[in-house]
């Protein structure tokens, strides 16, 4: 399976239709785009996207990050101007804004989150770039085509993990969880996406992550308990926390690892791309992400 067979990031018409978007938005004078979520201050969103826009020459384009929680979200998007170029969505926002939106992405819809918000003159448009950007992210560090994998949470994130190994081609992804009884959207998810789930429990011996490839998609901290079980592993760990970094598995890892920051500037030059029609350099926002993450790990 591909991205195009999703119906994702990648599919020619839906491309084509976000780069006249995009074309649209970069077009004339100076827009503005921001990072919406609850909590947000702490998002590197605003780094990245404003390295995007100097390494692109978009002067006077502005980005921020707005708290805004579920119950106002609607009245944000209400009151976007005609100066909005786009929008990054972080929790709690990337399905409660979906029933707002004029159209969704299909990749968006299969795996039911939505990140990305494009703003043109025939209303707002929702996509995805999580997914994309995991694929980008692993392809960069040399995984094309695993064969087997495991995925360590039931969440939104791991939602996203299946959609991504999917189009890398995966057959089947273990989903191990503490709960994996109370994951029944993960299931859903998988068909929609085209790739068969085992909902297995939480890894309890180093066999459990013998596979090609581990996404650990649970927040920091949730997997250190696993740290003893990874120094015999050879597989390629990606782990989607950025901060603290490294994670204790990571630290632990035998094999190539793949960290949150990979993840990020790789789906962020995704939304540029979306909202301005041009792709920025991915070198010019990692650069930046790390700058930020050090002076934030140092003070």
């Known amino acids: 399976m591909t991205l195009g067979d999703a119906g994702g990031q990648l599919d020619a018409t839906e491309q084509g239709d976000a780069g006249e978007r995009g074309d649209r938005a970069a077009q004339g004078r100076p827009r503005r785009a ?3 979520g ?3 201050a702490h998002s590197l969103s605003p780094v990245l996207h404003r390295a995007a826009y100097v390494a692109l020459g978009l002067d006077g384009w502005r980005y921020d990050a707005v708290d805004v929680d579920e119950a106002a979200l609607p009245g944000f998007l209400a009151g976007l101007g005609g100066d909005w170029a786009g929008l990054s969505l972080t929790m709690p926002l990337k399905r409660a804004v979906i029933p707002l939106l004029g ?3 299909p990749l968006a819809r299969s795996v039911w989150a939505v990140n990305t918000v494009v703003v043109g003159p025939d209303g707002l448009h929702g996509d995805n770039t999580d997914v994309p950007g995991m694929v980008a992210a692993l392809a960069e560090a040399g995984v094309r085509a695993p064969g087997s994998a495991v995925v360590l949470g039931a969440g939104a994130t791991a ?3 299946l959609a991504a190994l999917a189009a890398l081609g995966v057959r089947t992804a273990v989903v191990r969880a503490r709960r994996p009884e109370a994951a029944p959207e993960v299931r859903e998810v998988a068909v929609r996406v085209g790739i068969g789930v085992e909902l297995q429990p939480w890894p309890t011996g180093a066999a459990d992550l013998a596979v090609d490839v581990v996404v650990s998609t649970v927040p920091a901290g949730a997997a250190d308990g696993l740290s003893g079980l990874c120094g015999v592993q ?4 990606f782990d989607v926390v950025y901060a603290p970094w490294p994670t204790a598995v990571a630290s632990a890892w ?4 793949v960290g949150g920051l990979d993840l990020l ?4 030059a995704l939304q540029v791309e979306l909202m301005t029609g041009r792709r920025p350099p991915v070198a010019a926002l990692r ?3 790390q700058r930020v993450l050090a002076e934030r790990a140092a003070g």
């Open 103 to 105: 159209s969704v992405s």
């Open 287 to 289: 650069e930046a992400g």
């Open 254 to 257: 035998g094999g190539r690892v």
């Open 234 to 237: 050879r597989g390629t760990l």
């Open 159 to 161: 939602c996203s993990a």
């Open 34 to 36: 921001a990072v919406l």
């Open 265 to 268: 500037v790789h789906q962020a």
């Open 38 to 40: 609850s909590p947000v």
